[in-house]
């Protein structure tokens, strides 16, 4: 009796592990049957206990497209059957897929970020009008508060507009005008005032825990 038992090292390969050895061997019978008629009937039939196996996916569009190619999958594409649906190829399956193309940007001013040019992007992209005026200002003291980030020294505005003129194509033009941007004080006290906060909610979480773990007597 030993000598009849199977180890899975000596058995063969399952091609989608999830589905088990049985349906492995349905699928082999299957293969097996010489009229094309038989066949059909017997892969309807796994195609019913694979969906009753995934019961989940029952309701995801095009759920028994997806049980017939993972079919064709486990015979190796060998199997003569009527399909309902493009029998997948071999050369499909292990094709390779295409190199994404990743963007390559090398900003000059990297303390500012990838995002800050695509909202000067948008910015141009707006008539001009107070709502434009309001979204150029607002460009600005972010580029202002993402300089004092990088140097906590204080940034004179010109140097934030000439950085705008540049990094725009020259299209906002804010060296010439009256209004000055956020004082330097305020943006840094706006992130000091949230790491405070988050460092007091901190304190008190830790401080309920300890009064929760103190023994009673």
Not at 93 to 106: C, G, I, R, T, V
Request: charged residues 30%.
């Amino acid at each position: 009796m030993i000598d009849n038992l199977e180890y899975n090292t000596e058995r063969e390969h399952l091609i989608i592990p999830e589905y088990g050895r049985h349906l492995q061997k349905m699928i082999h019978h299957a293969k097996t049957r010489e009229t094309k008629e038989e066949r059909n009937k017997l892969a309807k039939a796994i195609i019913s206990v694979m969906g009753n196996m995934q019961p989940h996916l029952r309701d995801v569009p095009d759920f028994q497209h997806k049980l017939w190619d993972q079919l064709f999958i486990m015979a190796d594409f060998d199997l003569d059957v009527d399909s309902p649906y493009p029998k997948p190829s071999r050369e499909q399956l292990y094709a390779s897929p295409e190199p994404l193309k990743y963007p390559q940007n090398f900003p000059k001013y990297r303390f500012y970020g990838n995002n800050i040019k695509t909202m000067i992007d948008v910015a141009l992209t707006w008539e001009e009008g107070e709502m434009k005026d309001a979204l150029v200002y607002t460009i600005a003291n972010h580029m202002k508060k993402c300089f004092l980030n990088w140097n906590k020294d204080t940034v004179e505005d010109d140097v934030i507009y000439n950085h705008l003129f540049e990094l725009s194509d020259g299209k906002i033009n804010l060296k010439e005008t009256d209004e000055d941007l956020s004082d330097a004080t305020s943006l840094l006290r706006s992130k000091k005032k949230y790491s405070s906060n988050n460092k007091k909610t901190h304190h008190k979480k830790g401080s309920n825990n300890q009064n929760r773990n103190r023994k009673r007597y």
